[in-house]
């Protein structure tokens, strides 16, 4: 969460094949385009048209922040720490006007975001549907946008927060914190803080993996308002910023 980016890849999705995206070759292994994005952004544009094979391997490095690759001429781990975007169509056709005008069967709909699967989009911290842009909008001067240099300010703060936090773990960020530091002592967040996200992971609905990445993603939200540590409300905007579902 809240990278600053100080390298960055966007593989191609019709010729990104497995060891393009995580390593791989004859030989010893070369590193692949999500170790070239350490510490910066691998966005995958139209994430649905790359294949299965290729987002599954995804899944190591988003959630050890390395990969390993084991050949004939030997193994190797390369660092992988990246933040992952994808970006996808509801539908292989991709209509403008959106669902109401689409024309894919209601099995090529299924098909096509069958390629982002349920263990995948458990790494994922940040799940949000885009409504078709409107010309107001299209049109609208920035007046009223932050400034980039604000936000900069104001992510700088936020990742020096967390490092100074952290720094007893050797960590830098929330996202690199494991989740028993989290949900023990003196990190632990108060009952009332968590109910929701309790309810949620006791009915099912949440992963053990996405708790905890709920709550670091809480943590991230308190430290960009300058807080020194998650409140109820915090844990509340993070778990629908995961669902897409109020709270």
């Known amino acids: 969460m809240t990278v600053v980016a100080r390298s960055g890849s966007t593989p191609h999705r019709r010729t990104a094949a497995v060891p393009s ?3 791989g070759g004859s030989g010893l292994a070369r590193p692949g385009a999500v170790s070239l994005a350490h510490r910066g952004v691998l966005f995958l544009d139209e994430a649905p048209e790359f294949s299965k094979g290729a987002l599954e391997a995804l899944r190591q490095p988003l959630e050890h922040g390395r990969i390993q690759l084991n ?14 975007v994808l970006a996808a169509n509801p ?3 991709a209509k403008p006007a959106g669902d109401a005008h689409c024309e894919c069967s209601p099995l090529a709909r299924r098909r096509y975001l069958g390629r982002l699967s ?24 920035n007046g009223d946008v932050e400034p980039s240099a604000t936000v900069a300010a104001r992510v700088a703060a936020a990742r020096q ?19 028993p530091h989290l949900r023990r002592p003196p990190w632990r967040l108060p009952a009332r803080v968590t109910v929701e996200l309790r309810g949620r992971l006791d ?10 990445r709920v709550i670091r993603m809480a943590w991230t939200i308190a430290d960009l308002d300058g807080r020194d ?6 844990v509340r905007e993070a778990l629908q910023l995961r669902t897409g579902e109020a709270t």
């Open 21 to 23: 995206l995580v390593g």
């Open 71 to 84: 050949r004939s001429g030997g193994g190797t781990v390369y660092p992988a720490r990246t933040q992952l």
């Open 91 to 93: 539908c292989p056709c």
């Open 118 to 141: 349920g263990p995948l989009l458990d790494r994922i911290d940040v799940q949000v549907q885009l409504n078709p842009v409107r010309a107001a909008e299209l049109m609208a001067t």
């Open 161 to 179: 927060a967390a490092a100074t936090r952290w720094a007893d773990l050797g960590r830098r960020l929330n996202a690199e914190v494991d989740g």
């Open 203 to 212: 009915s099912g609905s949440l992963s053990a993996r996405g708790f905890d």
């Open 229 to 234: 540590r998650p409140d109820r409300d915090d």
